[in-house]
């Protein structure tokens, strides 16, 4: 329940993009601004906010999370100008990384042959978190308006960090703290320089969700145009699609505990090439739109976390600044993908866009094959 509050935040923009533009007069081609600063701002809490889980108590750092997140979210609902939006924006972005402390806790403190499954647990609640977040910010922002989702959101994360600070078990190590903050938010330089699991995997990471960012923050601008018109609760329920997402993940983490790691990966990233070709009719059918947002987000989720248990089996005891770092590229992928598919739908439309879209899908499988014909 907490990495899905959580992680909506992240994500109520996405079936709003044209209503906030409109309000606040961002044009089109700037939209995708609003989703790349909260992955940009993800990118600096990585850096800076998760490697701490190493450090401190966990348990407090994520109620103290949790609560920044909910600050943002009101500068957010409140926002008059595009500064004060995008700022607030920001903000979520930088304290929503309270997921990844969430992940790597539970990574490091799991027996090595449940640690896939415990993270596709996890990883579960926050595929429903990001569905329901795109769901509820439509209906809501038709009803309502979008402010209202903000406003709501800030509500549910205050309560969600008064009930972790009161229920979470106490963080209990069996080894001591490991090193300094220096040392620890300087861990994604040396573990991309010094470990070819981790390298490969955040190179994969990078390309698979500037696919995922691609569709996601995409999607919203051609079924807003006049050929379709949706509402945004009708472009929110698109988001009840990637449920299989979830129950692709928790697969993935079983998969990945008994030693087929890479065969998931491969097989996964196939699908995701080929879902770009159903999700690049989606000015003709969304019926094949559909179809590709529940292949992409299959495969998405379960690469997802089979990268996240390959990578902490090497030092589960280092387990929160290597999410952070690996998450360093998730984020890094988010952003460009956001930004790069609403200038190319600007620019030459949708199948421009898909196209764009499975291009880096088709990099994050051959970083795989490459990885793989080095063995």
Known sequence: MLC?????????????????????????????????????????????????????????????????AAT?????????????????????????VVVQVIVAYAAAISDPDERGANIGVITSSVVVGIILARTVAGVVADLAGWRVVYLGSAVISIVIAAVALAMLPKDVRQQPKQGTYVRAIGSVVTLTATNRVFRTRAL???????????????????????????????????????????????????????????????????????????SGQAMHSLVLLAVGVIALDFAVQA??????????????????????????????GSAIGATSTTIVFQAAGWSAASILGGAYATAALSVWILDRLRD
């Open 204 to 278: 994969i990471a990078l390309f698979l969700f500037a696919s995922f960012g691609a569709l996601w923050s995409g999607m919203a601008l051609p079924l807003s145009e006049e050929s379709w018109r949706l509402s945004t609760t009708q472009i929110g329920l698109f988001g009840v699609a990637g449920l299989v997402g979830a129950l692709g993940a928790v697969g993935a983490g079983r998969w990945s505990d008994q030693g087929k790691g890479q065969q998931v990966t491969g097989l996964s990233l196939v699908v995701l090439v080929l879902s770009w070709v159903l």
């Open 72 to 96: 943002g979210t009101l500068l957010v609902a409140f926002s008059a100008t595009n500064v004060q939006l995008l700022i607030g924006i920001t903000v979520v972005g930088v304290f929503s």
């Open 4 to 68: 899905g509050v959580a992680v909506a935040n992240m994500y109520y923009a996405q079936p709003l993009l044209e209503q906030i533009g409109s309000d606040l007069s961002l044009p089109t081609a700037s939209l995708g601004l609003i989703v790349a600063l909260a992955q940009l701002g993800y990118l600096v809490g990585l850096i800076a906010l998760v490697p701490l889980g190493d450090l401190v108590d966990r348990r407090k750092l994520i109620g103290l999370q949790i609560a920044a």
């Open 303 to 332: 690469v997802h976390v089979t990268s996240q248990n390959l990578i902490v089996a090497e030092a589960p005891e280092l387990a929160g600044r290597i999410i952070g770092s690996y998450m360093v590229f998730y984020s890094l």
